[in-house]
């Protein structure tokens, strides 16, 4: 008897399964994206400078470049991006802006997440079916995370960024569902289109009110792109 039978006498069990993790471990060297998340989403259209930090890495990223959880997006000035998210979230960025995809999760168990973050910039975001999956707003499925508070959502398009230097600004475009824009100090809804608050340091979010046509317009205006399809304006 050699050594490899006596071995397998010995320890019935020893060599099918290193077999197994000798295979997998092979599979997984071989083809490393049979074993990864799957990606978040991708961009549709770019205009102008748009890069990703991916794994640490500063890419230029393009029209059908795909973007994955922990991902960066970097826009540069007079540039815009849209993102397609694999739950059917559309985000459009506005030109300067940093936004970061925390996390993303989508299960057909009806306990999808997605985390992003406004780092700076503006940006406007048609929500999917992860911002439908929570069964009120509290539960917030869809989190914007910024540096002045936090964005809650459910099923709704809204508009996020900075209009002035150290304030935060949200609007309620359109949708049959509240935006919670809260912090450490208070929080508010915004229940109706055209509703908007703003985030400022130190202080709870705004008072609710109604935009004036002006300022709705300069908002807007930051994520412009006439020359999308207007469905997916």
Known sequence: MNRWQRLSAQHPLWWPNNLLALGLL??????????????AGQI??????????????LQTASRGSQVWPGDTLITGHNSRALLRFSDGTRTTLGDDTEYRIENFSLNVQGQSRATYQLVKGVFKTVTGAIAKDGPDIKDKPLVVLT??????????????????????????????????????????????????????????P????????????????????????????
């Open 26 to 39: 092979i599979l997984a060297l071989a083809s490393p994206s049979l074993l990864a998340a799957p990606a």
């Open 206 to 233: 705004g008072t609710v009110k109604t935009w004036p046509e002006a300022k709705v317009k300069r908002a807007t205006a930051t994520v412009s792109w006439p020359e999308l399809p207007e469905a997916l304006h």
């Open 147 to 204: 540096p002045l508070g936090t964005l809650g959502i459910r099923g709704t398009t809204f508009w996020g960024g900075y209009l002035e230097p150290g304030k935060i600004d949200v609007l309620l475009i359109a949708g049959d569902h509240a935006v919670e824009v809260s912090n450490a100090i208070g929080s508010r809804l915004l229940t109706t289109a055209g509703e908007g608050t703003t985030l400022t340091a130190g202080s709870a």
């Open 44 to 57: 549709l259209f770019s205009k102008g400078s748009l890069q990703i930090v991916h794994q640490g890495q």
